[in-house]
C-alpha cells in the first residue's frame, strides 16, 4: 500500500522585510524537515530557499552571495546552519524584545474594535516577545489594553473576583464577555 505524504505549500517570494524573516525561515525550515528527501545537500537546501529572494533588500542579499562566489569561486554559505545565522543576522528584527516593551508602554496595543480574541493573539505575541512572563504584569497589562465596557465588568463581578496574579483566568472572562457581547449584537 502507497503511502499518502501530506500536500505541501508554495512559498510566497521573500522581499527582505524585518518583520517577516521569523516566518519565511520558519517556514523555509519546515518545509525543508517536510520534504527532506527533496535536498540531496546543504548547498540544494540553501539554493532552493534563495529561489525566493527576487526583490527588495533580499534580492540585494542573494546577488552579493552571488557575487562573493563569483569572485573566490567558493560558494560563500555552507550550511543551512551558517544560512539561518546569517538570515537572522540581515532579516530578523534588529531588537524585537525592546520593540515589543516599547510598544506596551503606550497605547497602540490597546484593543480598539478587534475582538478579544485578536487582542488577546497580540498581546500574546507582544509579552512573549518582551520577556514578560510575571503574572501580576501580564494581567495590569491585558487589563489596562482591554476595552473599557469589558474592564469593569470583570472588575465589578459580584462573585469569584479574580486574582490579579491569574492571567490566564482573565483571558478566559474577558473572551467570554466578549462572545457574549458578539452574541448578543448578532440578535
Known amino acids: 500500500m502507497r503511502q499518502t505524504r501530506p500536500k505541501l505549500f508554495s512559498f510566497l517570494d521573500f522581499s527582505g522585510e524585518r518583520h517577516n524573516g521569523r516566518v519565511f525561515l520558519n517556514s523555509c525550515s519546515l518545509y525543508i524537515h517536510l520534504a527532506l528527501e527533496q535536498f540531496h545537500n546543504e548547498q540544494e537546501k540553501i539554493l532552493w530557499a534563495l529561489t525566493f529572494f527576487k526583490s527588495g533588500r533580499a534580492a540585494k542579499w542573494s546577488e552579493n552571495v552571488f557575487r562573493q562566489e563569483a569572485d573566490t569561486g567558493v560558494f560563500p554559505i555552507q550550511t543551512w546552519r551558517d544560512f539561518k545565522q546569517q ?70 463581578m459580584p462573585y469569584g473576583r479574580l486574582a490579579d496574579t491569574d492571567p490566564n483566568a482573565w483571558y478566559r472572562a474577558a473572551q467570554r464577555i466578549d462572545q457574549a457581547r458578539l452574541t448578543n449584537e448578532a440578535f
Open 87 to 156: 538570515f537572522r543576522v540581515h532579516f530578523f528584527p534588529v531588537n524585537t524584545e525592546v520593540d515589543a516593551i516599547n510598544g506596551l508602554k503606550d497605547t497602540s496595543y490597546h484593543q480598539g474594535a478587534q475582538t478579544v480574541d485578536d487582542y488577546l493573539d497580540n498581546f500574546q505575541a507582544l509579552v512573549s516577545d518582551a520577556g514578560y512572563t510575571d503574572p501580576r504584569t501580564l494581567v495590569v497589562k491585558f487589563r489596562r489594553g482591554l476595552r473599557i465596557g469589558i474592564q469593569n465588568q470583570i472588575a465589578t
